[in-house]
């Protein structure tokens, strides 16, 4: 189909791109697996001796597990509480058939678009106020402002895509609309359902500005800790790479675990 | 039948909605407040209204009005390079070349890295002696080996860099799948008649998918700033403000000169402008999805 000029052409952009792409990554793998000596050996070889120990050292690093674990705790509380407020608006929106809907999602998207730091100086002074500084309660809850509103405009066109019928056949059956919802729509929709909870994970994890913000030391997630190597007597790259490889590793799995979804879905209103 | 009309849909609506009112309408109002007092956080007590006081004070600032030619490059510059440069990629994806097929799913990568993560990648990648560019320019035999975040040009293009990097792939395969979803008969006709490859998308599968492209530029401008973490890491706003936009003047202030009332100034003005500019097509965007029916 394409003249050998042009596939030669796209060849070129293609590979030029990925190099681009992969290079700052590959780097970052190498000297996760490099001895400080090695990191900065001139002339810079792309692989020394392999050596375990930066791996070895951040995994033993107390401080840097304990964020760990709080991105873990915090992901996952981000997703429980965007998921119980998200659904059920989703699923309302979704049949709502009334001029208001244009209102609540045009209201849905402008939320979700505004600059996090406006969040950020009300939330500060009102945890400060209620103890919630510093906690893991107060960064789910922050993270939500932006999760709930992504998740509701996911879940819609899920909600969209189950068939109208078989809601009517449980309506003539008796069902109310909050067992239509949770017995029909919600099992047929459930591979969207996972992707918008694995997509609000994805964001939760990396999220940096509130955690930056809202935490000290006890809530601090692995994203900010990570900053933790970068001392004022020198940055200890190798166990910035580790720690990199280590934080980036899970989101990319999930990733790609919903890369059928992942483009459609995390472009939030961009339809194909 | 309880399915055609919108019976027993508002209580599963206004919970959620009245919670998200609560945590987002509630906080950006405050900050409105914020902007309108003069608040000294080491003096509770001196708090006292300064109605457009702080507003003003913008304009002679010269910090902040450098922090808006920077914000104007950041947002422009990075997205017209990832729509161009993605537009360019999904048409090479689309074509299925054998050897190309892997990439989609390294296309993936940038896009659920964290930001933060993003930004020591290419601290990394550009320190001299020990980063990947100096070992290409070894490679190649030419010193690359230079402190690129030193100086203000090579900073700013540095994260402009990062940002294209980290936001290209993933317009790349938005576009791939919007040129997918096109029919093949009029590229298909347009190649017979001698058009090539570049010329047959430019005419007929672009114009098509304009709509899709506006879009996505529309959100890329509105998450453009989003690189906060990378600039964070990279050069905290550095060379002499080179790299310092908006929202990130605004953590300044707030968290390291301690004047929340300006930070709240300066991004509440912010937030009116970006909504001033985004909100109509955002509307649009919201219209398009209620018109289409779910049956």
């Not at chain 2, 007092?37 to 450098?66: C, I």
């Not at chain 2, 690359?144 to 540095?158: F, K, Y």
Request: proline share 5%; with cysteine; hydrophobic share 55%.
């Amino acid at each position: 189909m394409l003249r050998t000029r042009e596939k030669i052409f796209c060849y070129v952009v293609a590979f030029a791109f990925i190099l681009f792409l992969l290079a700052p990554i590959v780097w970052l793998l190498s000297t996760s697996f490099k001895g400080q000596l090695d990191i900065f050996a001139d002339p810079p070889r792309l692989i020394a001796t392999v050596t375990l120990d930066n791996y070895r050292e951040v995994l033993g690093d107390r401080d840097f597990m304990h964020s760990f674990l709080n991105s873990i705790l915090v992901s996952s509380g981000t997703v429980i509480l965007s998921m119980i407020l998200a659904l059920p608006a989703a699923y309302g929106l979704s049949r709502l058939r009334s001029k208001t809907k244009v209102g609540l999602l045009s209201w849905v998207l402008l939320v979700r678009a505004a600059p996090g730091m406006i969040y950020v100086i009300p939330y500060f002074m009102a945890f400060n106020e209620l103890g919630l500084m510093d906690t893991k309660a107060g960064l789910i809850l922050i993270n939500t402002v932006f999760t709930a509103p992504l998740a509701i405009w996911i879940l819609i066109s899920f909600f969209d895509g189950v068939p109208g019928e078989i809601e009517e056949a449980a309506f003539v059956d008796g069902a109310t609309r909050w067992q239509t919802f949770t017995r029909v729509a919600l099992p047929m929709a459930a591979p969207g359902i996972a992707s918008a909870a694995i997509l609000v994970f994805i964001f939760s994890w990396n999220e940096f500005l509130f955690a930056l913000t809202m935490t000290r030391f006890e809530s601090k997630t692995a994203a900010v800790a990570i900053l933790n190597y970068m001392g004022y007597e020198g940055t200890e790259w190798g166990k910035i790479a580790a720690a990199g490889i280590l934080i980036l590793l899970p989101v990319a799995i999930f990733a790609i675990g919903i890369r059928k979804y992942f483009v459609q879905t995390s472009a939030g209103g961009v339809k194909g | 039948m309880p399915g055609k009309t919108n019976r027993g849909l508002w209580p599963l609506i206004m919970p959620t909605f009245l919670a998200l009112v609560a945590i987002t309408v509630l906080p950006i109002l405050v900050t409105l407040g914020i902007s309108l007092f003069y608040v000294d956080l080491t003096m509770p007590g001196m708090t006292r209204f300064a109605g457009l006081e702080n507003y003003f004070e913008l304009f002679q600032d010269s910090r902040f009005l450098n922090s808006l030619t920077v914000t104007a490059k950041l947002i422009f510059i990075p997205v017209a390079l990832q729509i161009v440069i993605g537009l360019l990629l999904a048409m090479v994806l689309k074509e299925k070349l054998p050897g190309t097929g892997w990439m989609r799913m390294a296309f993936l990568l940038p896009a659920v890295i964290p930001p933060a993560v993003s930004g020591l990648v290419w601290k990394l990648f550009i320190v001299p002696g020990a980063g990947g560019l100096s070992y290409l320019g070894h490679v190649i035999g030419v010193d690359l080996s230079l402190d690129l975040l030193s100086m203000p040009g090579s900073a700013l293009t540095l994260v402009i860099v990062t940002s294209v990097w980290v936001g290209t792939p993933f317009v790349a395969l938005l576009m791939l799948s919007a040129l997918e979803s096109l029919g093949e008969e009029q590229y298909e006709a347009a190649r017979i008649d001698g058009a090539s490859w570049f010329q047959a998308h430019w005419h007929i599968s672009l114009p098509e998918i304009r709509p899709v492209i506006l879009t996505v530029a529309v959100f890329r401008i509105l998450e453009a700033l989003a690189i906060f973490p990378i600039i964070f890491v990279l050069t905290g706003g550095g060379p002499a403000g080179a790299t310092e936009p908006i929202n990130y003047y605004a953590y300044v202030n707030g968290f390291e000169y301690l004047r929340v009332d300006y930070a709240a100034t300066i991004i509440f003005f912010f937030f009116v402008v970006m909504m001033g500019i985004c909100s109509p097509f955002l509307i649009n965007i919201a219209r398009r999805e209620s018109s289409e029916e779910a049956r």
